[in-house]
C-alpha cells in the first residue's frame, strides 16, 4: 500500500488532472493510483509523434520551396551554362578564320572592282540592247574564225539581281580545230562571255574523201549592267 502511495503522490506532483480529483475527494484505491500513475508515462510518446510531425512537415516545406525557388534557379543556370559553352565552341571553330579575314577582303574587293570595270560587263540602256550588242559580238567571232551560223536564235533576257543575263543560240558545222578556237575566242573576249548549254555531234562530208566535222550548237552568254543614257 505504501508503494501505491507514492505512485499516487507522484502523479499528483505532475499537475494531471485527475490527480487533482483524487485530491478532492475521490476514494484511494489501488485501481485509481494505477491509473494516474499510467497517465504522465504516455506523454513522451505523444511527443515523439508531434515531433516527428513537425518533422516531415518541415522536410516538406523544404522540398516545395526547393520546386518553387531553387528549382528554376538551378535549371536557368544549366541553360547558361550549355549556351557559353555552345558558343565557345563556336568561336574556336571561327578562329583559325580570323587570319584569313583580311586576305578574303582584298580579294572580294578585287572582284567587286572588276565587276565595276566597263571591260567585264556589257553596259546598255536596256536589256534589248544589250541582247543586239551580244549578237553582233558572236557574229564577229564567227567571222574571226572562218565560221558561220546556220541558225541564231536570241534567247529571252534573265535578271540576275542588279545585273540582265543576255544570250544567243547559234548552230553550225565547224571542224575540231575550229571549235577550239572558237571556244577559245569566247574565253579571251571583253567583255566577257560564256558558254552555257552545248550540244556536239559527229557529221561526215559529202564524198568519200570529205573529212569529217562536227555540227555544234551552242548558247553563248554575257552580263549586261543597264546604264542610263548608253545608247
Known amino acids: 500500500m505504501s508503494g501505491e502511495t507514492l505512485r499516487l503522490s507522484g502523479a499528483a506532483l505532475t499537475g494531471d488532472a485527475r490527480a487533482n480529483d483524487h485530491a478532492a475527494g475521490e476514494p484511494a484505491t489501488p485501481e485509481t493510483a494505477l491509473r494516474l500513475a499510467e497517465v504522465p508515462a504516455g506523454l513522451p510518446a505523444s ?55 583580311p586576305l578574303l577582303r582584298r580579294q572580294l574587293d578585287a572582284l567587286e572592282a572588276e565587276l565595276a570595270s566597263p571591260n567585264l560587263l556589257l553596259r546598255a540602256a536596256s536589256a534589248n540592247q544589250a541582247g543586239a550588242l551580244l549578237q553582233a559580238m558572236v557574229r564577229q567571232l564567227l567571222d574571226t574564225e572562218g565560221l558561220a551560223a546556220d541558225q541564231f536564235q536570241a534567247l529571252p533576257a534573265q535578271p540576275e539581281g542588279a545585273l540582265t543575263r543576255v544570250a544567243v543560240r547559234i548552230e553550225l558545222h565547224a571542224t575540231l580545230a575550229q571549235l577550239h578556237g572558237l571556244l577559245r575566242a569566247v574565253a579571251a573576249h571583253r567583255p566577257l562571255l560564256s558558254v552555257g548549254d552545248g550540244l556536239v555531234a559527229a557529221s561526215r562530208g559529202e564524198g568519200a574523201a570529205a573529212p569529217a566535222g562536227l555540227t555544234l550548237r551552242l548558247d553563248i552568254h554575257a552580263l549586261s549592267r543597264v546604264v542610263a543614257g548608253d545608247g
Open 47 to 101: 511527443r515523439g509523434r508531434r515531433r516527428a510531425l513537425a518533422l516531415a512537415l518541415l522536410v516538406a516545406g523544404l522540398g516545395f520551396a526547393w520546386l518553387a525557388l531553387v528549382g528554376p534557379l538551378v535549371d536557368d543556370l544549366l541553360e547558361r551554362s550549355e549556351h557559353e559553352t555552345q558558343q565557345l565552341a563556336l568561336l574556336q571553330r571561327l578562329e583559325p578564320l580570323r587570319a584569313e579575314a
